[in-house]
């Protein structure tokens, strides 16, 4: 009897394991489904014209399943962003390139190419959030964090003042181009013109003006 009773109560401990289980993964489930139509609705329409509706609709959830994760638009905005965050920090220190020789800048600048072809939502929604004046104060403060980190990433190696210049306008014409294709979604226009800005890198590292020494990114950075 006494062992029936304890088989009894492992049973209902497994079930009870279960459904908690079950539960954590539907939850889970729901809340990628409302954040990955958050960022694609956010992305093409903006976060004044997207509605908790249209996300709801899009993530296949009713509203009132939204509100029980997220208390409004604005939190559900913070969380999006927050995953955008964190997506390019993962980026940028899983890129796996270690930038013992100059010549490894343009497996970077591939690299980065590339990602940004794989994730031109979120290229979307970064334009969209920095161009959109309603965008919430802290989502602004945190997409200039992005940038902060962006930098503080980029190898940068001693080189003369010319060939300095001349890389950031190359880095400002790369972010040019992909704006442009995530409002066109032209991939030939974005491969062509990313074949020149990479041709043009590699001309520039190329030259006895431009060292194998990095720069101490800590003292180099630009105040915030």
């Known amino acids: 009897m006494v062992q029936w009773r304890q088989n009894e ?12 289980d079950k539960f954590d993964a539907m939850r889970e489930d729901a809340i990628e489904r409302i954040l990955s139509a958050s960022t694609q609705l956010f992305s ?3 976060y ?13 959830v009713v509203p009132s399943g939204i509100y029980h994760y997220y208390a409004g638009k604005s939190e559900l ?22 930038f013992l020789e100059k010549s490894e800048i343009i497996h970077f600048l591939d690299y980065c190419i590339q990602a940004l072809k794989e ?8 334009t969209m959030l920095i161009l ?10 945190k997409l200039l964090g992005i940038a902060q980190f962006v930098w503080k990433e980029l190898p940068q190696f001693e080189m ?18 992909a704006t442009l294709f995530a409002a066109s979604r032209d991939e030939a226009i ?35």
């Open 9 to 20: 109560r492992d049973e209902n401990r497994m079930d009870i394991e279960h459904k908690r």
């Open 44 to 46: 093409d329409y903006g």
């Open 48 to 60: 004044a014209a997207t509605t908790i509706q249209m996300i709801a609709d899009r993530a296949k």
């Open 77 to 98: 905005l913070k969380a999006v962003v927050d995953r955008l965050v964190f997506k390019v920090e993962t980026l940028l220190t899983n890129s796996g390139i270690t």
């Open 119 to 126: 994730n031109m939502a979120d290229v979307r929604l970064l």
């Open 132 to 141: 959109q004046k309603d965008t919430p104060p802290d989502c602004s403060e």
């Open 160 to 177: 003369d003042e010319a060939s300095r210049f001349e890389c950031l306008r190359l880095i400002e014409d790369l972010f040019a181009a």
């Open 190 to 224: 974005f491969d062509r013109q990313t074949a020149e800005i990479r041709v043009k890198f590699q001309e520039i590292f190329t030259r006895n003006t431009v060292s194998n020494e990095l720069v101490d990114l800590q003292v180099e950075q630009p105040d915030s």
